[in-house]
């Protein structure tokens, strides 16, 4: 997989633009998007109180790795909070979410792709 990219030295990563997700109370930090329309590597932004249940559990076609950074997040049909320092990795076709995401929002690194790494 190649990922469209300038190659840079440590930088805050919010020196990269916040840009909507086109998902309510969810935003993002991009700093690699791949050719392919699936890979990607952000951190997401999710605002305080964001609930995702209106979307339903998540079913996607690619791989995807996340990290807890920050804040936490409850999964509606696990009835479980995953908190700073959780991970995930999920295989394509895994049924996740939806959540809701309590006052302190949360903030997650996550990398997408079509292969597992």
């Given at each position: ?9 440590f ?53 995807e790795y ?27 076709g ?14 997650v ?9």
């Amino acid at each position: 997989m190649s990922f469209a990219f300038e190659s840079f030295e440590f930088i805050d990563f919010t020196e990269f633009p916040l840009e909507p997700t086109g998902r309510k109370g969810i935003s993002h930090y991009v700093f690699a998007r791949a050719a392919d329309g699936v890979g990607l590597i952000h951190v997401a932004e999710f605002e305080p109180y964001a609930d995702t249940s209106p979307e339903g559990p998540q079913i996607h076609d690619f791989w995807e790795y996340v990290f807890i950074i920050e804040g936490s997040m409850i999964d509606l049909t696990l009835n479980q909070e995953f908190k700073k320092g959780s991970v995930a990795i999920r295989n394509p076709g895994m049924r996740h979410g939806p959540w809701k995401i309590p006052s302190g929002g949360c903030r997650v690194f996550e990398i997408r792709s079509k292969n597992p790494l």
